[in-house]
T-cell receptor, first 115, second 109 residues
């Protein structure tokens, strides 16, 4: 069946520009996470949301990271005023419910390079 | 805040030997502990998980142990093979999931 898909697979942007990354999660999944993955820091949670409610846990004090969920199975991660340190792989993952102890299903990720 | 510590960050093991990766967590309410394997350029894949009412779980060459009192859990891979080379992530979850920073496992020929 269809899994979690992310687009684009690769994104190059100039520093200072805003970028948007898309995630199509699995139909019926309620909880959706965005992670940033770098070599030194492993996987860091950026935001997560349950159903239509947005629980933003930005790892960046400037709050440049936000996620929108226009449909239950679609999420867009927006990064404003990108910095070179934002270069990383951004992973999206979803699961049925956070409290039902079900594993997360990951997308292939978007590799973002900020020039 | 909640935290998951994972050690070691890099591990090299001779093919056929065992590998052990250890994690500790801070949130005592965590009740679900998955392990993911991520090969280069690929998405993380769940390889085994354990719930807080179980102390040990085994699936062929992979086993996970959980000590809730000490708040630590470990991944054990026996009879390692070249295809076991990857980055392994532990995680702990109550309300939200927290990942360790990963262990890069190298299986040496």
């Amino acid at each position: 069946g269809a899994g979690v898909s992310q687009s684009p697979r690769y994104k190059v942007a100039k520093r200072g520009r805003d970028v948007a990354l898309r995630c199509d999660s699995i139909s019926g999944h309620v909880t959706l996470y965005w992670y940033r993955q770098t070599l030194g820091q492993g996987s860091e949670v950026l935001t997560y949301s349950q159903s239509d409610a947005q629980r933003d846990k930005s790892g960046r004090p400037s709050g440049r990271f936000s996620a929108e969920r226009p449909e239950r199975s679609v999420s867009t991660l927006k990064i404003q005023r990108t910095e070179q340190g934002d270069s990383a792989v951004y992973l999206c993952a979803s699961n049925l419910l956070n409290r039902d102890n079900q594993p997360q299903h990951f997308g292939d990720g978007t590799r973002l390079s900020i020039l | 805040g909640e935290n998951v510590e994972q050690h070691p960050s890099t591990l090299s093991v001779q093919e056929g030997d065992s590998a052990v990766i250890k994690c500790t967590y801070s949130d005592s309410a965590s009740n679900y502990f998955p392990w993911y394997k991520q090969e280069l350029g690929k998405r993380p894949q769940l390889i085994i998980d354990i719930r807080s009412n179980v102390g040990e779980k085994k699936d062929q060459r992979i086993a996970v142990t959980l000590n809730k009192t000490a708040k630590h859990f470990s991944l054990h891979i026996t009879e390692t093979q070249p295809e076991d080379s990857a980055v392994y992530f532990c995680a702990a979850r109550d309300d939200k999931i927290i990942f360790g920073k990963g262990t890069r496992l190298h299986i040496l020929p």
